[in-house]
């Protein structure tokens, strides 16, 4: 048992090591086991590191302009917004899960979608529609 307590501590010590040569600051949390296996699957499926996973959803959820642009936060695609968001996309005849080459915003809410994430493209439409699956969930 200590020995696991050692090398976490040395992992730890190499990661605020390797952000302080990044000039980034280290930010460490404490999650349920569930929560974590949920983070990990999701990063793995959009092919990317956890690390890059986190800081990217850290950045959209303290986004400072979010309101000023108009662009719904995820939490509002999920809750309440399901009536603008179907009318928002009449020309769409279905929806396709994709896995993007590309990294571009969401037609939904303006996140960022990374290449190689999953997302869903609206087929049918003149313009291609691409939204991120938190969109697509609230339809």
């Known amino acids: 048992m200590n020995d696991m307590r050692e090398i976490g501590k040395l992992r730890r010590d190499k990661a605020i090591s390797m952000a302080m040569k990044r ?4 930010l460490g949390a404490r999650v349920p086991g569930e929560m974590r296996e949920r983070v990990v699957r ?6 990317i ?15 400072e302009d979010v309101s000023e642009r108009g662009i ?26 994709i896995k993007l080459n590309k990294t571009i915003q969401c037609s939904g809410c303006g996140s960022t979608l990374l290449r190689g994430s999953s997302a869903d493209i609206g087929l049918g439409s003149q313009q291609p529609v691409v939204i991120c699956h938190t969109c697509r969930e609230s339809l």
């Open 23 to 26: 000039k980034e600051e280290y």
């Open 42 to 47: 999701r990063a793995k499926d959009m092919g």
């Open 49 to 63: 590191p956890v690390s890059i996973l986190i800081r990217n959803t850290l950045e959209e959820a303290f986004k």
């Open 72 to 97: 719904l936060s995820a939490t509002e695609c999920s809750s309440g917004e399901k009536q603008a968001g179907a009318e928002r996309f009449t020309s769409v005849l279905g929806w396709e899960s």
